[in-house]
């Protein structure tokens, strides 16, 4: 009897120092796994704190890069010795000049690769009326755009509907390349096409100003001119704001704004865009251009 309690006090003592070893070793190991984790964890902040550094460098050289003045642009290969003024406070627009530049612009474009390929075999100037020409035989849909399905998907592919794929790859491939001139360019031909009127055979296929209105509230007012300035470059987009507040802004003088566009609320965005973009060209001449209409509407 004794002998059997003795075995069972050292089973009991066995097992005992069994569960305290367990227990040490448990904690020893939870304790180990815990160093390793903080280590892990130590090593992670550090390479956060890093990153974060690194980020914050990059985001000021980024900001002191968007505060700097772009460069001047040699525009005389592209608008020939009447060129327009890189960095223009204000200028009396003289249509002589104007259609000069316009006229240098579409030659400098022959002179590219874009339209001689296959199945493309056209002037600049020729390409350009056509394409006037189809957007004015069938503007978009300004009213009652959500009405269906079928409007909307219109509007959304109201130019691939109208000009086809070639065309609209062209156009895409001319604004990708030609991005470093393009800010002269819409100046040069907005003015051309609103005010100049140029003496030529084109002159019937520039668009009167209600055609202009239309795709000025196409742009401003509906889902389908908005998802396409989206898919485009930020510079574009804006660019495109603006003139069609300056469109809107004729409409309104010529009492054609029949759709009853307020700018108001457009003219406050694009304020706040353009003073945020300070790499265009005519940086601060919109801005004083949006500040008179500003007052204007006010």
């Known amino acids: 009897m004794d002998k059997t309690v003795k075995i069972l006090v050292i089973i009991f003592a066995l097992s005992g120092a069994a569960l305290f070893g367990y227990h040490q070793i448990n904690q020893w190991h939870n304790k180990s796994l815990e160093r390793a984790v903080d280590v892990q964890k130590q090593d992670c902040t550090n390479q956060i704190s890093h990153l974060e550094v690194e980020v914050n460098k990059l985001a000021e050289a980024l900001e002191i890069q968007q505060q700097q003045d772009p460069k001047p642009k040699d525009l005389k290969p592209v608008f020939g010795s009447k060129k327009p003024e890189t960095f223009p406070e204000s200028e009396k627009l003289d249509c002589e000049k104007n259609t000069a530049q316009v006229a240098a612009f579409f030659q400098y474009l022959d002179s590219k690769s874009y339209l001689i390929r296959p199945g493309i075999n056209i002037q600049a100037e020729e390409l350009f009326d056509e394409i006037l020409v189809k957007l004015a035989a069938k503007p978009p849909i300004n009213v009652g755009e959500m009405n269906d399905l079928h409007s909307m998907i219109g509007n959304v592919s109201h130019f691939y509907r109208l000009l086809g794929k070639d065309q609209v790859a062209l156009v895409k491939e001319i604004l990708s390349t030609e991005a470093s001139v393009l800010e ?33 509230c196409f742009f401003l007012n509906t889902f389908g001119g908005r998802s396409y300035l989206m898919r485009r470059d930020s510079n574009i987009r804006m660019l495109v704001n603006y003139y069609s507040l300056l469109i809107i802004d004729m409409a309104n003088a010529a009492k054609i704004n029949k759709y009853g566009l307020d700018i108001r609320t457009h003219l406050d965005y694009l304020f706040y865009d353009i003073s945020n973009q300070k790499n265009l060209m005519y940086h601060q001449r919109y801005l004083t251009q949006l500040s008179v209409l500003k007052d204007k509407y006010q």
């Not at 100046?187 to 239309?214: G, H, N």
């Open 184 to 216: 002269p360019a819409m100046s040069v031909i907005f003015s051309w096409m609103t005010v100049c009127r140029p003496k030529s055979r084109a002159k019937d296929a520039q668009p009167s100003l209600q055609t202009m209105y239309e795709y000025a």
